[in-house]
């Protein structure tokens, strides 16, 4: 939402203080100026792109557009499920393989809708379990090996946030050369009056003008705000880890909640009463499943 309600100040600021100086906002329509500029500039990301990143472009714009940083809910409903999770494994490890190898059909995971979405947080907790049910872990190696698989996520997700970046940081070369091609249409009107030389000039230079506002004014702030995103959605993964090393260390279900707790960024960190409380309800409600 924030997104969209800076692009139309953005749009109010510039083209509202354009026409309060009396500025005509019909000059500035040019279609065909966009094409030029935008659809190369689509075509070149599609060059210098794979189709796993186009995907991941695509993905982290929809985020961007529709999501919200984690909230304090998505981060306790992650909490408690580590919390039962734990318990389980403390209880029986056995009994912990159903849950991790069809984590959509477990009662424990269909408790915590927000986690079975989030499907790179569910395979990373999951393969994570896996590994320690198969064949334990120091919590050393164990944590080399939850870093690697964190790095390798977040480089996959930075990409698309990379490659938008680029996008808009040609927009204003490719507005030149919409604006080049206009001067070059204008040579072939010179004969016909001031007006018509004029106007085509306006046309042209509406070309820069387009390049340079879609980059630092729309596609630049867009980038800057999907990377955010990706370092937002990291602290999930992080609580989940802080979690899994606890675990690997032998600390209670309760410890280990509070290990991941401590780690979850202050403006959306549950409390610890809150999250006492919050677990005490879990684990009666798993006993009584």
């Not at 040019?30 to 190369?40: A, H, T």
């Not at 927000?114 to 590994?131: E, P, R």
């Amino acid at each position: 939402m924030l997104v969209i309600i800076g692009g139309i100040f953005v749009c109010a600021c510039v083209f509202g203080a354009y026409a309060s100086h009396g500025g005509n906002l019909g000059v500035l329509w040019q279609p065909v100026e966009v094409i030029i500029i935008v659809g190369s500039g689509l075509g070149a990301t599609i060059i210098s792109s794979s189709p796993a990143v186009l995907k991941e472009i695509l993905h982290q714009i929809k985020l961007t557009l529709s999501g919200k940083p984690p909230t304090k809910a998505e981060y306790t409903e992650v909490l408690l499920l580590m919390y039962e999770i734990i318990k389980t494994a403390k209880g029986n490890p056995l009994s912990l393989e159903a849950h991790v190898e069809k984590p959509e059909a477990s009662e424990i995971f269909k408790r915590y809708p927000s986690v079975i979405k989030n499907h790179h947080v569910l395979h990373f907790l999951c393969d994570t379990l896996k590994v320690q049910i198969s064949a334990p872990m120091s919590p050393y190696d164990l944590e080399d090996l939850m870093d690697k698989d964190i790095e390798s996520i977040h480089a996959a997700e930075m990409k698309a946030a990379a490659q938008v970046g680029k996008f808009g940081d040609a927009m204003p070369g490719l507005g030149i050369v919409a604006a080049v091609l206009g001067i070059v249409q204008t040579m072939g009107k010179l004969t016909m009056g001031k007006e018509v030389i004029g106007h085509s000039v306006a046309a042209a230079l509406v070309g820069t003008f387009l390049g340079i506002l879609v980059s630092y004014g729309f596609v630049g702030p867009l980038a800057a705000r999907i990377e955010l995103g990706i370092n937002d959605s990291a602290g999930i993964f992080n609580s989940v880890k802080i979690a899994l090393l606890a675990f690997a260390k032998d600390c209670s279900p309760k410890v280990c909640v509070e290990f991941a707790r401590r780690s979850i960024p202050p403006e959306v960190r549950p409390t610890f009463e809150e999250v006492d409380k919050a677990t005490s309800g879990a684990g009666k409600s798993a006993a009584a499943a």
